[in-house]
């Protein structure tokens, strides 16, 4: 009888134990080709740059151990990057809906965590949150008059990318 509640209890321990996760970015990101344009380079390092600055001014946020990144041709008039953050956080990170920027919680998948998906009139962004890894899709504006994607397209390509780039750590 005890034997079968330790079993149970390490069970349920084990199905409930958080899962770790690595984020990689590759050359080519679901289909998507890499954005070469140097000028949207330039200001999505900006936006790389921005958000590393927001999440590791958190209080208690944790521990930064790597940050993977890409810019990708998404269509003739939108680029999408990716920023993902490995580390070891010790607060979920989340959107927050002011200066210009309205947010709303979103699925994180299958995966778990927590997501939110947010616009502030020009780009359009979702992002995911674990134990372990920070991702933020982004698509942005890459030609005159494109305006925001759609907060529910960019949520599902936000799922698809997921999907790809974030591997269990064994």
């Known amino acids: 009888m005890v034997l079968v509640a330790v079993i149970a209890g390490i069970?349920?321990?084990l199905l409930n134990k958080p899962q770790k996760w690595?984020?990689?970015a590759p050359h080519t990101l679901v289909g998507l080709s890499p954005d070469i344009s140097p000028t949207d380079q330039l200001g999505f390092n900006a936006l790389i740059a921005k958000f590393k600055?927001?999440?590791?001014?958190l209080p208690h946020y944790g521990r930064l151990n790597s940050t993977v990144s890409g810019i990708y041709r998404l269509t003739q008039r939108h680029s999408v990057g990716f920023i993902g953050f490995n580390g070891t956080f010790n607060v979920r990170v989340a959107l927050k809906t002011?200066?210009?920027l309205t947010v709303t919680t979103a699925s994180p998948g299958p995966h778990g965590g927590t997501a939110e998906c947010g616009?502030?009139?020009i780009n359009t962004l979702c992002?995911?949150?674990t134990g372990t890894t920070v991702g933020i899709v982004i698509v942005i504006p890459t030609s005159l008059g494109a305006g925001p994607e759609k907060r529910k397209d960019v949520h599902r390509l936000m799922l698809k990318i997921r999907d790809s780039v974030e591997h269990p750590v064994h």
């Open 22 to 24: 690595v984020l990689t």
């Open 53 to 57: 600055s927001d999440l590791t001014s």
């Open 98 to 100: 002011g200066a210009g």
């Open 127 to 129: 992002q995911w949150s």
């Open 119 to 121: 616009t502030d009139g």
């Open 11 to 13: 069970s349920v321990y």
